[in-house]
Nanobody, 119 residues
Framework: QLQASGGGSVQAGGSLRLSCAASGRIFSNNAMNWFRQAPGKERGIVAS????????YYADSVKGRFTISRDRVKNMVYLQMNSLKPEDTAVYYC??????????????WGQGTQVTVSS
């Protein structure tokens, strides 16, 4: 029900835009999130956006470089990633929270999309 796309391989300093398409169930009243998991590390929150886009959260490691946005009409969520660093290399997942804000009660996970940043 959540389909992530847009991953790829870029050099450090480059940009990528991830997209997450929701099909079937509508997630317009749910907070939407991006997580990532690097090899050998636990999955962690990257960015979160509330149901109406009025509130966002970013992990300290991506603040000022990544931007989360959503289009409730199209049922899409985006993650614009600029000034990418090798440490951003990970599998990125979109996820829908069961609440209107936050990421503490994830109900639906998308499949991951690989992002690889070379130095």
């Amino acid at each position: 029900q959540l389909q992530a796309s847009g991953g790829g391989s870029v050099q450090a300093g480059g940009s990528l835009r991830l997209s997450c398409a929701a099909s079937g169930r509508i997630f317009s009243n749910n907070a939407m999130n991006w997580f990532r998991q690097a090899p050998g590390k636990e999955r962690g929150i990257v960015a979160s956006i509330s149901w109406n886009g009025g509130s966002t959260y970013y992990a300290d490691s991506v603040k000022g470089r990544f931007t989360i946005s959503r289009d409730r009409v199209k049922n899409m969520v985006y993650l614009q990633m600029n000034s990418l660093k090798p440490e951003d290399t990970a599998v990125y997942y979109c996820a829908a929270n069961r609440k209107a804000a936050g990421w503490d009660l994830i109900g639906t996970w998308g499949q991951g999309t690989q992002v690889t940043v070379s130095s």
